[in-house]
C-alpha cells in the first residue's frame, strides 16, 4: 500500500492487529498514545530529590531513628506493584506504603535514617515497579546534620607506628570543624602521652552547607620530642572543641618501638683476668661501626676492641677483656651498647667476670 503526503494533510500509516488493518492519521497517533498509557500504570514522583535538614525533619522518633517521606501518585490506568526499595547508605532504610498502588491513588516511601548531629550524607533510593512505563524510579535524600555551627565535625588520624620506629616520622592529626565564615576557633589537641608534641597545623577551607558557613580542615603534624620506651606502647590524643569544651574526639596511639640492632650472645662470661670473649653487634640497618658508643662500667676494668665489620655494613664484631694495667675486679658488669642511630635506646650486655679457673 503506497501513500502520499503533503502540506495540510496527514500522514497515513497502517496498523496491523490480527487480520485488521487501522489507518491512523498523525492525530491518530496521539490518541493511540495516550490509550496505551491509559492502558498501564505509571508512578509519577511529587518530590523526587529531598534536603532533609534533621532538626526540622517530619515524624522524627524518640531514639534512634528519623522519619522522611517521598510522594508518589499512580498516573496510569492500572495498579502498580513496588518489587522492590533499596537504598545505596546503609544510614537509610526505605520502606513502601502501600506495596501496590492503585490508579488515581497516592504512595509514600518512608525513610528510616539515622539522625546526624553534624555534617551531611547522601543516599539514593531505587524503586523496581511492574510497570513497563516506570520500571525504575530513583529518589535522591540530601541529610544534614541538626548541630547548627559553630562545632567540631570530627577528628582522625594515623597515630600507629609499627615496625622501625623513626622519632621524624610523618603522622598527622586531623581536624574538621564547621564554622561561620568570620569567625574561627583552633582546636585544642592533648595527650597523656609522653614525648608526643603536636606542630602549628596547615588549614584549608571550603564552603558548607549552611549559607555563610565554611568547613574548615586542620592537619596537625605530630613528632616525639624523645623516643617511647622500648617495646609496645599506647596512648590517645584528644581533641577538645574550642565552642564546647564538654565535645571530645579521641584518636588513639598504637605502635612498637623495635631496637635498631641487636647484641650477640647476651651474656658474656670471662674466666679470668687474662680471658677474652668476642660478641656481635648486628644493625638493623646501615651504620658506621666507628660511631657505635661501646662504653663499660666505671671501676669495671673491662676493654673493648673491634675485630672485624661485615660487609653489609650491618654486623660488627668485637672482643672484650680485661686491662692489664687494670685492678681485677671479679663480678657481673656490664657494657652500654649505643647506635648512633638511635642513642637514646641502648643495649645492655652484661659480663660476668669470675676468679680464673685452675686447670
Known amino acids: 500500500m503506497t501513500t502520499k503526503a503533503s502540506l495540510g494533510r496527514s500522514i497515513v500509516l497502517p496498523f496491523v492487529f490480527g487480520s485488521a488493518a487501522i489507518l491512523l492519521g498523525s492525530s ?9 498509557a491509559e492502558a498501564v500504570g505509571r508512578l509519577v514522583v511529587r518530590n523526587p530529590s529531598v534536603v532533609w535538614q534533621m532538626d526540622r525533619a517530619v515524624g522524627t522518633k524518640s531514639g534512634r531513628y528519623a522519619v522522611g517521606r517521598f510522594e508518589m501518585a499512580n498516573v496510569g490506568g492500572k495498579p502498580v506493584r513496588v518489587a522492590s526499595a533499596s537504598s545505596s547508605c546503609g544510614c537509610a532504610a526505605p520502606k513502601v506504603n502501600p506495596g501496590t498502588i492503585e490508579p488515581g491513588a497516592v504512595g509514600f516511601v518512608e525513610v528510616e535514617a539515622i539522625p546526624l548531629l553534624s555534617g551531611e550524607k547522601s543516599a539514593t533510593i531505587v524503586l523496581r515497579t511492574d510497570s513497563p512505563l516506570t520500571p525504575e524510579i530513583e529518589l535522591h535524600l540530601r541529610m544534614i546534620g541538626a548541630r547548627r555551627p559553630p562545632y567540631l565535625m570530627q577528628a582522625g588520624g594515623d597515630l600507629t607506628y609499627l615496625g622501625d620506629f623513626e622519632r621524624d616520622e610523618p603522622h598527622t592529626v586531623v ?55 622500648e617495646g609496645v606502647f599506647t596512648g590517645a590524643a584528644e581533641v ?18 623495635l631496637l635498631p640492632f641487636r647484641v650477640e650472645p647476651r651474656r ?21 661501626g666507628r660511631r657505635l658508643g661501646i662504653q ?20 660488627f664484631t668485637f672482643t672484650v677483656g680485661h686491662r692489664d694495667d687494670a ?33
Open 28 to 36: 491518530g497517533l496521539a490518541i493511540f498514545a495516550e490509550m496505551r
Open 268 to 288: 658474656i662470661i670471662l674466666n679470668g683476668p687474662r680471658d677474652h670473649q668476642s660478641f656481635r653487634i648486628i644493625s638493623r640497618t646501615d651504620v658506621d
Open 175 to 229: 581536624v574538621i570543624t564547621v564554622e561561620p565564615r568570620e569567625q574561627s576557633g583552633l582546636p585544642l589537641l592533648r595527650t597523656d602521652f609522653p614525648g608526643m608534641e603536636f606542630g602549628a597545623p596547615v588549614v584549608k577551607e571550603r564552603p558548607h552547607v549552611a549559607p555563610g558557613t565554611i568547613q574548615r580542615e586542620y592537619r596537625f603534624p605530630v613528632s616525639f620530642a624523645r623516643m617511647p620506651p
Open 327 to 359: 685492678r681485677f675486679v671479679p663480678g657481673v658488669h656490664k657494657l652500654i651498647v649505643r647506635s648512633p642511630n638511635n642513642p637514646e635506646n641502648p643495649v645492655v650486655l652484661p659480663v660476668s667476670v669470675r676468679e680464673e679457673t685452675p686447670r
Open 296 to 315: 663499660a662500667d666505671g671501676g669495671s676494668g673491662l676493654v673493648v676492641e673491634r675485630v672485624d665489620r661485615g660487609e653489609d655494613r650491618r654486623s
Open 240 to 257: 577538645v572543641d574550642p565552642w564546647d569544651p564538654g565535645h571530645t574526639e579521641v584518636v588513639h596511639i598504637h605502635g612498637q618501638v
